[in-house]
Nanobody, 122 residues
Framework: QVQLVESGGGLVQAGGSLRLSCAAS????????MGWFRQAPGKEREFVAA????????YYADSVKGRFTVSRDNAKNTVFLQMNSLKTEDTAAYYC???????????????WGQGTQVTVSS
């Protein structure tokens, strides 16, 4: 069982930056791949970024590539999403998820956090 708690969301102007954190409970965090997803009002959940259990492999949605960076600190049971050059279209609730396989599909993740809101103003 893994429990995930996101933090770091907030209101930021376009062009600004935010760093999201996802703290995980449990001693097996380092064995899980981690993903970030987002969902805007009235839209389906979409993949943002993923990182393998070791951190050696990362994947990004085309819409955030070059602007967002996913990383993890297994010693601290935490995964991060550094978001730079934010755009108004990045406004959404952001969720972290843990799964056994690094995937861009939300269905491959077993555990989800409660989400943190990111709002980017123009």
């Amino acid at each position: 069982q893994v429990q995930l708690v996101e933090s770091g969301g907030g209101l930021v102007q376009a062009g600004g930056s935010l760093r999201l954190s996802c703290a995980a409970s449990g001693r097996t965090f380092s064995s899980y791949a981690m993903g970030w997803f987002r969902q805007a009002p009235g839209k389906e959940r979409e993949f943002v970024a993923a990182i393998s259990w070791s951190g050696s492999n990362t994947y990004y949605a085309d819409s955030v590539k070059g602007r967002f960076t996913v990383s993890r600190d297994n010693a601290k049971n935490t995964v991060f999403l550094q978001m730079n050059s934010l755009k108004t279209e990045d406004t959404a609730a952001y969720y972290c998820a843990a799964g056994r396989i690094t995937s861009m599909s939300g269905s491959r993740y077993d555990y989800w956090g409660q989400g943190t809101q990111v709002t980017v103003s123009s």
